[in-house]
Structure formats: C-alpha cells, structure tokens
C-alpha cells in the first residue's frame, strides 16, 4: 500500500544541496527547456474526465496542477528576472492553494499548456544566457525568511516540474492498474 506521503511527494522532498556545480545547473537547464514536452506527452491522450480528477485523496485535480504549474512558473521566470536587474529583491509569495481555486483553474488546460510552452521557451533563452555570477544572484523569500540564489532556485524548479508531472502520471499508473486488477 502506498502511503499518503509518497502520494504528495512521489519523488521526495526538495532539499536544496549546500553547493551546486556546473553539471547540476546545465542538467537543470536541459529538464527545464524539456518539460512542456514531457507535460504534453502525460497528457495528451488524457480525457477530460481524467483532467477532472485527483492523483490523490485530497490533493488536486490534474487540471489544477497543470494551472498551477503555469502560475508557478509564470512567478518563478519573473523573480528570475527580478534577480538579475536589482540586488537581492523581495519577492511577492502567493497563496497557490487559493490560486488553484479561482475561475481559471477551470478552463481547459490548453491555455496553461501554451503558458507553460512559451514560458519555458523564454525562460531558457535566459537561463542559458547565465553565466556562473549570475546564478549566484539572490533574492529574497519573505515566507522563508532567507535569501535564495538562483543556482537554488533553478534546481527547485527542476524539481518542482518533476514533483507535479510524477502527479499525473501516478495518476495515470493507478487508472491503469485499477484496469488489471
């Protein structure tokens, strides 16, 4: 039986390394340029029914984690950008719970698809623009009241787009198991 800590956190937890290297970094780029390809490929053949259901008890459906991932990302490439023009800046936290309850967590997942690919697309370019200082830009996190480089943080969002696409697909994996057993 699987225990409802491997269903929020199918691939562990993120725990940022005391010191990141070049290859992390360059491997982290390569996931991030990849991912909207990944995300399309766990749900392509994904039906709407399925979108509307969760990958665990409680947890969200795939449609509010795909939403989510395109507000996530949306905030992440502009605290990037943050970093890079102004020194150690404050950034803004949002309530991502209360997020994935507004209005546009119901559209079809389209449009976060598109978000997500172009995103991604631009986020990139300017990731592989970076040089070894420029990843080691900060800003600061109000909520966990501490400055985060942006070697870090690029590391967390590697992980942050693997942690959710392991939602879907345990979500696939369980759908496909239920019809064998």
């Keep these: ?29 390569t996931y991030l340029t990849n991912f909207p390809t990944y995300l399309d490929e766990a749900v392509k053949d994904m039906t709407i029914s ?12 795939i449609k509010q984690v795909i939403h989510h991932l ?17 020194e150690n800046p404050t950034i803004k936290p949002y309530d991502e719970a209360a997020w994935a309850n507004l209005a546009d ?8 698809l598109a978000i997500i690919k172009a995103i991604h697309y631009k986020w990139s370019v300017l990731l592989k623009s ?8 900060t800003y600061f996190h109000p909520e966990k009241q501490r400055s985060q480089s942006l070697a870090e ?6 992980w942050h ?19 064998i057993s």
């Excluded at 943080?153 to 590697?158: E, I, S």
Aim: proline letters at 3%; charged letters at 20%.
């Design 161 to 179: 787009s693997k942690h959710h696409l392991a939602h879907i697909l345990l979500r696939e994996f369980a759908k496909a198991v239920s019809k």
């Design 1 to 29: 039986m699987i225990d409802i800590e491997h269903l929020k956190y199918p691939i562990g937890r993120f725990f940022a390394p005391e010191h990141t290297n070049s290859d992390q970094i360059s491997d982290g780029i």
């Design 130 to 137: 970076m040089d070894n200082a420029d990843f080691q830009r």
């Design 70 to 86: 395109a507000d996530s990302h949306m905030s992440a490439f502009s605290r990037f950008k943050l970093a890079l023009t102004e």
């Design 105 to 112: 967590a119901n559209l079809a997942i389209d449009s976060s």
């Design 50 to 61: 399925a979108q509307e259901t969760s990958y665990r008890p409680g947890g969200w459906t």
């Design 153 to 158: 943080v690029t590391l967390m969002y590697t």
